[in-house]
């Protein structure tokens, strides 16, 4: 897990205030995911990026923006946050075709 | 719309007892079928994973069987322990896994002493 790092760990914040999740990752790979985990719902795509270049929306990519600042780093943006978003995110990364995807230790989002 | 159904939702069984987790999926296009095993305050870990080339795999204690033609995949857990206890996820891919993962909705297995 310390390869792929997720900041912050634990965030509350209220409806409408703009908030960014972070992950980085040591293992050079060139693929990273943002997923959201809610209780029932299992993890669901938010958005993924196969290179720099190439970003893709997932399942649930409204209300969200991502931003891939290099090979290590992908941030996920809530605009505007609302309490539906409540929630806890991972990052995962993967490298080429078929790869394991690595999970980071997750971040939970409290939206008041 | 829930591509992969996963249940049950919550198993309890007793040390050295044999969890099973189902899952089925609609896509026939699916050709990657992984589980995922994730402890609590943990991101999931992948535990093992099958293509559906073959009907079993095995990797020490935990089993995948699968059914290509009911559509159907399952993970078994040979003398199961309280080590085990923990959240199982199922998933699919396409194209051997370089598409974007499906997950099941999880289930939360508990294995008493």
């Known amino acids: 897990d310390a390869d792929v790092t997720q900041t912050p760990r634990n965030r509350i914040t209220k409806t409408g205030k703009r908030i960014m999740l972070e992950c980085s990752q040591t293992?050079?790979?060139?693929?990273m995911y943002w997923y959201r985990q809610d209780p029932g719902l299992g993890l669901r795509l938010i958005y993924y990026?196969?290179?720099?270049?190439?970003?893709n929306k997932g399942e649930i990519s409204d209300g969200y923006s991502v931003s891939r600042q290099a090979q290590a780093k992908f941030s996920l943006s809530l605009e505007s946050a609302i309490p539906n978003q409540t929630a806890l995110y991972f990052c995962a990364t993967s490298v080429g075709r078929g790869g394991t995807q690595y999970f980071g230790p997750g971040t939970r989002l409290t939206v008041l | 719309q829930q591509q992969v159904k996963q249940s049950p939702q919550s198993l309890i069984v007793q040390k050295g007892g044999i969890p099973i987790i189902n899952c089925a999926y609609e896509n026939t296009a699916f050709d990657y079928f992984p589980w995922y095993q994730q402890f609590p305050g943990k991101g999931p870990a992948l535990l093992i994973a099958i293509r559906p080339d073959v009907s079993e795999k095995k990797e020490g204690r935990f089993t995948i069987s699968f059914n290509k033609s009911a559509k159907q995949f399952s993970l078994h857990i040979m003398d199961s322990q309280p080590g085990d206890s923990a959240t199982y996820f199922c998933a699919a891919s396409m194209n051997f896994g370089n598409e974007k993962l499906t997950f099941g909705t999880g289930t939360r297995l508990t294995i008493i002493p």
């Open positions: 990026s196969f290179d720099v270049k190439d970003i």
């Open positions: 293992k050079g790979h060139d693929r």
